[in-house]
């Protein structure tokens, strides 16, 4: 199946045929990136299948993590930095081996007028992303790190659709702005609770959790 076909129920037959003209398709490896914090952004993307993770740099150079893209899903910061002009804020890394269409930016503004579709996807997209990044800050501001590190896990496991998540402390320690030593000691208090089992650079989540 053509990529776009994938995109059927989102938008309509004429909108379709653009994208079919104007986007290509991407292959990105496990850890590959797409697009980097001060790179210009050119492009729109849309995940056929695969997950990408977007974060961004706090003052101290740490990264946060800030929301995963999914299959039929976009990027909210893409869209603003578009509209804006304005180079990339944050870092969209392949989670996962993953396709993604990518559409020019220049076709934007005139989608936004020309099809309800896409500005019903593009406004959709934001109040997503906006809503999920509320959870985070409420998760940072309310919620103990041990609290936060299950969240972490339940999503990861939700994204990938696996109960293995292959992943070392020193990343997850880097999502939840930690450090390795502190995710590592709540990960082995876990294990301990049954909860999870721990592997080199995986972990296996149980029913428990």
């Known amino acids: 199946m053509e990529p776009w076909n994938k995109f059927s129920e989102l938008f309509e037959a004429g909108l379709l045929q653009e994208i079919r003209k104007t986007a290509r398709e991407i292959a990105l490896k496990e850890g ?10 050119r492009a729109i993307p849309i995940v ?19 929301y995963y893209i999914r299959p039929n899903e976009s990027c909210a910061m893409t869209f603003t ?3 804006e002009q304005h180079s990339s804020e944050i870092r969209a890394v392949a989670e996962e081996d993953s396709r993604v269409l990518v559409i020019p930016t220049a076709a934007m503004d005139s989608w936004m007028q020309k099809y309800p579709s896409w ?5 959709r997209t934001i109040r997503m992303r906006f809503n999920e990044l509320l959870t985070m800050i409420d998760q940072v501001a309310f919620q103990r ?5 299950v969240n972490y896990l339940k999503e990861k496991s939700k994204t990938t659709h696996s109960k293995v998540i292959h992943t070392s402390h020193e990343q997850i320690a880097i999502d939840l702005s930690s450090s390795r030593e502190v995710i590592s000691r709540l990960l082995k208090r876990l294990e301990q609770e049954r909860k999870v089992v721990l592997y080199r650079n995986e972990i296996k989540l149980l029913s428990q959790l």
């Open 32 to 41: 590959e990136h797409l697009l980097n914090i001060g790179q210009t952004v």
């Open 48 to 66: 056929v299948s695969g997950t990408l993770k977007i974060s961004r740099l706090d003052e101290a150079g740490h990264e946060l993590f800030l």
């Open 81 to 83: 930095c578009c509209m």
């Open 119 to 123: 500005k019903s996807f593009v406004m």
């Open 145 to 149: 790190l041990d609290e936060r590190l």
